[in-house]
């Protein structure tokens, strides 16, 4: 298949069904385990937004100018905490009335290690699955972006935010009992916050399709310095798991891309 990439796509499944979708073109990407699969750009790139052609990408697939005036790629969407909105700066005020005036869950989850994140109300399985989380549990409902972003913060006082990539394409994680961390984390929140924590939430397992006992090398594989060629050990988060390396798919949208599996 041919065609310009985009993020990996995901049904909720177990294990996680992914799709790998190329222009026109749409794989089962669970279909390409234990085969070899060949990965080449074909020296093209285009914006995911505007469809320009550039000759740089920036923010896992942009133009330069789309990311200095969509608000998908302004400062606030990684740091929801900084929203500025309030005061009448905001880039697109429909975006932020669909996007971000919107109810958000702060989740706690397993991916490299325990962490603390947030995600738009009925979007979490996205988030969970593109983080690579072993388990995800949510933890509080606030009414928007910026509240969400501005709980998390609380949180990450005592608790990373991070995932490491490289822990998480190798599966490796320390015993986390969620629950319990919850019940901490729950204690050490300030008395304003603790009305918006939800009760009785359950803990999501997730299962990711890799090859039983296969582990791959915690390298980044990039195609705009070499092709990919190899045996598909895995999918993990948005990463493509071969013997030598591991490939992240989003990092590589609006790009040109040739892809191939074969037995």
């Not at 880039?91 to 397993?110: G, K, S, W």
């Not at 895995?234 to 798919?249: E, S």
Request: positive net charge; hydrophobic residues 40%; charged residues 25%.
């Amino acid at each position: 298949m041919r065609g310009f990439s985009r993020a990996l796509e995901h049904d909720a499944t177990a294990p996680v069904t992914y799709r790998w979708r190329l222009g026109d073109d749409v794989e089962v990407l669970n279909d390409w385990l234990s085969r070899t699969v060949e990965i080449r750009f074909l020296g093209e790139r285009r914006c995911i937004a505007c469809g320009r052609k550039v000759t740089k990408l920036y923010q896992n697939g942009y133009c330069f100018p789309c990311v200095t005036t969509l608000a998908e790629t302004d400062l606030c969407i990684v740091k929801p905490h900084e929203c500025h909105h309030h005061l009448g700066t905001c880039r697109d005020n429909e975006f932020a009335a669909t996007q971000c005036m919107i109810p958000h869950y702060v989740y706690l989850a397993v991916s490299s290690q325990a962490k603390v994140g947030l995600t738009r109300k009925n979007r979490e399985w996205i988030r969970w699955v593109d983080q690579g989380a072993h388990q995800a549990m949510l933890f509080a409902e606030l009414p928007t972006r910026k509240t969400a972003g501005e709980f998390e913060m609380e949180v990450a006082r005592n608790l990373p935010d991070k995932t490491d990539w490289r822990k998480m394409v190798q599966g490796v994680y320390g015993a986390v009992d969620l629950r319990a961390l919850a019940q901490e984390v729950y204690e050490r929140l300030p008395d304003a916050l603790r009305p918006f924590v939800l009760k009785a939430s359950s803990v999501c397992s997730l299962q990711y399709p890799v090859c039983e006992g296969e582990t791959p090398k915690a390298k980044s594989l990039d195609l705009q310095k070499d092709a990919v060629s190899g045996r598909l050990i895995g999918i993990r988060g948005q990463y493509l798991l071969f013997p030598h390396g591991c490939l992240n798919v989003k990092k590589h949208a609006g790009m040109l891309i040739e892809a191939k599996a074969t037995t």
